[in-house]
């Protein structure tokens, strides 16, 4: 916790309150995943949650493309992951990871959502060429098939291939499944309701956003008769 209460308060959010400055992104990161993993107090785990959420707010999130990694512990094994990685996982909250959990639903064979999830996974981000280099489609497959058969009651719903994009993108697959699985069960379960709940109520919020940051241009959408559910659901809904 010293480390974090080392750095000094000096950035101002437009929309008021102040933010923590560091020396990088990639110092703020491994403080907040070296506090919250000897947290000997549930303050110190917050403490460093909220420094790392002001950080992230502040500075965005750490180059995807950086060469630097660290290294993140599961049951079975230490894997490496890059920064942009571990902030994932961090805010999250996400438990230890549980290798044989994964590795035994894939060996009890495919889901009844198999055919759907092929349907969709060829079209996943495919106008990217990094991505299309960098992610390999039997990834997106396994984890959504596993998923699908973990949690028979949500299955395979279309756009979870795109939910589960980014975090593939960053993770190797076994983390990414678990990042994908905490994001669907814990912090949007609402989004993957048949009326799809969850896209629907954030799209006021949208509105109330455009108003603050740039109320010239939300007046003109007034004007056309344009609410945020007609030009931001689609991203809105898949997170992009």
Known sequence: ???????????????????ISAKNMADIVGQAYDTMLHAR?????????????????????????????????TKSMVTSISKRAAVWKILLRLPPADANRYLGTLDLGASPMLSKIKDDTPRTVKTDALFQKRVQEGELIRILDAFARLHPTIGYLQGMNVHLAPFVFSMPEMDAFFAFERFITCVCPSYLKPKLEGAHAACPLLDEIMQLVDPELKQFLDSKKLPAVMYGFRYLYSFC
């Open 1 to 19: 916790v010293a480390l974090f209460l080392s750095i000094h308060v000096s950035i101002k959010h437009p929309l008021g309150g102040s933010f």
């Open 41 to 73: 107090t549930r303050e110190e785990a917050a403490s460093a949650l909220k420094t790392l959420r002001e950080a992230v707010a502040n500075f965005g999130l750490p180059d995807e493309n950086s060469d630097e990694k660290m290294l993140w512990e």
